[in-house]
């Protein structure tokens, strides 16, 4: 499956349904792993809340001057 956002468009390349128990409920959510025509790749996930239906888009990037992880613990 294909579709544009945010004026990119992005082929649909794999998709995981993730679990977790939490208070004796297993609450589960889907990551959709998607490609754009620029070859970079991001995570799309959908979940129900107690708000209703969420989607949220993720996307890696490198920083130009990664924290260490003395400088990580202090945040």
Do not use: C
């Not at 004026?7 to 004796?24: P, T």
């Not at 609450?27 to 209703?52: A, P, Q, S």
């Amino acid at each position: 499956m294909s579709g544009t956002l945010a004026g990119l468009r992005y082929r649909v390349v794999g998709r995981v349904v993730m679990g977790m128990e939490e208070a004796g409920e297993i609450y589960y959510w889907n990551e959709f792993n998607l490609v754009n025509d620029r070859g970079e790749f991001d995570t799309l996930v959908f979940e129900e809340t107690e708000n209703g239906a969420e989607w949220r888009m993720f996307t890696l990037f490198e920083p130009q001057h990664p924290m260490s992880a003395q400088e990580a613990s202090t945040k």
